[in-house]
């Protein structure tokens, strides 16, 4: 298995309080992403990294940043969470974008 | 509509069926990614395709770039294979666009 952690695996917050979420990889891949999954809409792409201090935005970008200051980090922050951002979040990385990505086990995240 | 379709949303074979999922895209790709989601939640990447087709054990894809068309086949089904199979495109500009899944139990 590719060596993929996420912190943290779960988590209650309220609603307006700030929350990042930190995915570690150890496999020196280039590219790291994070997803958000929710019923009724499957995985969707919130922002990527292809590199350190480069990152785009994806599908669902709104109401979060992303940073990556090295290599093995990708850190999502939801600046002020609200009760739309409750979901599960997932972390994958590749080595290029279009080749195979590995997936984080996930963080589950509820806002009251 | 979503940009990835798949079908069926949920199957339910017995145990040494042959089994067909399948994922229909609208717009050209550069790479088609089958993924499996289990019980508990975790995601492995099954297969990344661009062209014709990639066998490893029982499992079996094929995409149609013409047709925009991919399949996913388990043969010889198992309990095992009980989980959510997801149809993932990805495109030029990095942006990776994911099917419902489909919802596959195979019954001993």
């Known amino acids: 298995d590719a060596g993929i952690t996420q912190s943290p695996r779960h988590k209650v917050t309220e609603t307006g309080t700030p929350v990042t979420l930190r995915c570690h990889q150890t496999?020196?891949?280039?590219?790291m992403y994070w997803y958000r999954q929710d019923p009724g809409h499957g995985l969707r792409l919130i922002h990527y990294?292809?590199?350190?201090?480069?990152?785009d935005k994806g599908e669902v970008s709104d109401g979060y940043s992303v940073s990556r200051s090295k290599t093995e980090d990708f850190l999502l922050t939801l600046e002020s969470a609200t009760s739309s951002q409750t979901s599960v979040y997932f972390c994958?990385?590749?080595?290029?974008?279009?080749?195979?990505?590995?997936f984080g086990p996930g963080t589950r995240l509820t806002v009251l | 509509k979503n940009e990835v379709e798949q079908s069926p949303q949920n199957l339910t074979a017995q145990e040494g069926e042959f089994i067909t999922i399948n994922c229909s895209y609208s717009?050209?790709?550069?790479?088609l990614h089958w993924l499996q989601q289990h019980p508990g939640g975790g995601i492995v990447s099954l297969f990344m395709?661009?062209?014709g087709k990639k066998k490893h054990g029982r499992l079996i894809a094929t995409i149609n770039i013409q047709e925009k068309h991919s399949s996913l086949h388990i043969t010889a089904s198992h309990p095992r294979d009980s989980a959510v199979y997801i149809c993932?495109?990805?495109?030029?500009?990095?942006?990776?666009?994911f099917g419902a899944g489909t919802r596959l139990t195979v019954k001993p």
């Open positions: 990294s292809y590199g350190v201090k480069d990152t």
């Open positions: 395709l661009s062209s």
């Open positions: 717009v050209g790709i550069s790479a």
């Open positions: 993932a495109v990805g495109y030029n500009n990095n942006d990776m666009r």
């Open positions: 496999e020196n891949h280039r590219y």
């Open positions: 994958a990385i590749s080595e290029s974008p279009g080749q195979a990505q590995y």
